[in-house]
């Protein structure tokens, strides 16, 4: 490969039609840093956290009073029911195959079943037209290295809209958490990370109750029978995926004290009434909050450091401790190592980009500088092959595709088996060539191939537009290939299948 070619590709999303970058490629990809757009067209057209953080509040208090008035109606016919007892009885041959013909239709018409099947829906909604945004943004961006860098933090710090509360709110996770920090320092991008609703309802955060808090004592001088109490997903994760890494010499006594730290960090206006005033958890739906009400008291003993800060500056000093602590910077590095220089990157450019990422505190730009300055991610061979969302979306760049329907990313993203915030695990999406590189998968990519090239209507010589792609590095094997085709169409499918556009 060219080092024009690894810009486009490596680096980049892919090369466009008429778009080879010019002067020197490295100086190419850091100029994208002052370009950048956080908010281009399609995002910003975009309804934002607190719009669906509102309609979720919305349904959620729904739910609450259907669930209510179902349980008291319940209560009403159980009452009824024993006292026709035996009348039942004796007309139960004839009313039992109507009674479950009623009681079916019955749930077609139950109304709580009706307002999550709605909720259901108006996430979806959300969901589909977040993901056609973010992959309209990436096709037609100018500044491909920052885009591919907002992907990379999305999958680092991964939530996955698998619940009815988390649908709608896995795009706007991306766009409002991600995307202003991507040139930021990792210390702010945590921070904003951390309290977005989306992360804070994906592991749960927003449940957990400090048993010493105010609210929790309460409930166990009451022996109430509501089971409320420590969740130590969320401080489990930061630790473990978010900062330092797995394995990095922290204990479990060090993730109930960060959970404990955590306790109160929680999201705005989802619970109403006397419950969200007592918790302190009222307000804007969606918006951060610190709730003093159940927040575990006292110092916390994290990492061997003592915390005395109280309320929500306690989880915040940690926070800040844990962006720039070494384990963390090494995690960071190695994992930024491996998407741009190997599923294997070597030992010296991660210490390289560790070293960057500590002296600068933890500043992205430096440490991305590091990484476009060290040879390891210049080397001429392939060392990458392309997930399914970065091989979509360079055939769309190199396709020239101008509108793209949400649903169809979507169900292309389905097909190829990395469905768009959607991992099911906080780990995210694997980055080594053996979740994409299967014999299935490959297949997969065949089809999509053939159905995207017969869509450009016979109108791309996949000859030239392959040579403009991949500037001074095409194999004559592809090229051959590709002259070989028996239609423009097929040049193309096969141009889209070719090692060049598999690997990068």
Do not use: C
Request: aromatic share 6%.
């Amino acid at each position: 490969m060219s080092d024009v070619s690894i810009a486009l590709n490596r680096f980049g999303m892919g090369g466009r039609a008429g778009q080879v970058p010019q002067g020197d490629p490295r100086r190419w990809l850091t100029a994208q840093f002052d370009r950048f757009d956080p908010r281009p067209a399609p995002i910003a057209a975009l309804p934002g956290t607190k719009l669906i953080a509102s309609q979720l509040a919305t349904y959620l208090a729904e739910a609450r009073m259907l669930g209510q008035r179902a349980r008291r109606e319940a209560g009403a016919r159980r009452g009824r029911a024993m006292q026709g007892e035996d009348a039942m009885r004796m007309r139960a041959p004839a009313d039992a195959t109507g009674g479950a013909m009623a009681e079916e239709a019955g749930n077609d018409r139950d109304p709580a079943m009706q307002a999550r099947r709605f909720a259901r829906q108006q996430g979806r909604d959300h969901y589909t037209t977040a993901v056609g945004a973010r992959a309209q943004a990436a096709v037609a961006s100018d500044t491909p290295f920052v885009e591919r860098l907002v992907h990379f933090w999305a999958n680092h710090f991964a939530v996955s809209a698998d619940k009815v509360t988390m649908i709608g709110l896995t795009g706007a996770f991306e766009f409002d958490a991600i995307r202003p920090h991507v040139l930021g320092s990792f210390r702010d991008m945590l921070h904003a990370v951390e309290r977005h609703p989306a992360m804070l309802l994906y592991l749960d955060q927003a449940q957990s109750v400090g048993p010493n808090s105010p609210l929790g004592a309460a409930v166990a001088r009451r022996q109430a029978r509501r089971q409320i109490g420590l969740n130590e997903n969320l401080a489990r994760e930061i630790l473990e995926l978010h900062t330092l890494g797995v394995r990095t010499g922290y204990s479990q006594a060090d993730v109930t004290e960060f959970a404990r730290a955590m306790t109160g960090w929680s999201v705005a206006g989802l619970g109403r009434g006397p419950a969200a005033r007592i918790t302190g958890t009222d307000g804007e739906p969606g918006r951060f909050v610190f709730a003093p009400r159940i927040h575990e008291p006292g110092a916390r003993t994290i990492l061997g450091k003592r915390y005395e800060q109280q309320g929500e500056r306690q989880a915040a000093a940690v926070l800040d401790d844990l962006a720039v602590h070494p384990a963390t910077a090494k995690h960071i590095a190695t994992k930024l190592a491996r998407h741009f220089a190997g599923d294997e990157p070597s030992a010296p450019l991660v210490t390289r980009l560790e070293a960057a990422f500590l002296k600068s505190g933890g500043d992205l730009p430096t440490v991305y500088r590091a990484l476009i300055d060290a040879p390891e991610a210049w080397v001429a061979q392939p060392v990458k092959f392309r997930t399914p969302w970065e091989w979509s979306i360079s055939a769309m760049r190199a396709l020239g595709t101008q509108e793209i329907p949400a649903q169809a990313v979507v169900g292309l993203m389905n097909q190829l088996g990395q469905p768009i915030w959607r991992s099911g695990s906080p780990a995210g999406y694997d980055d080594i060539a053996a979740s994409w590189a299967g014999p299935d998968a490959v297949m997969r990519r065949v089809e999509a191939a053939e159905r995207l090239a017969a869509r450009t209507r016979e109108t791309i010589d996949a000859r030239a537009r392959a040579a403009t792609l991949f500037p001074d590095a095409l194999s004559a094997t592809t090229q051959q290939a590709i002259a070989r085709a028996e239609s423009p169409a097929q040049g193309v499918a096969l141009m889209l299948v070719s090692p060049e556009f598999l690997r990068r």
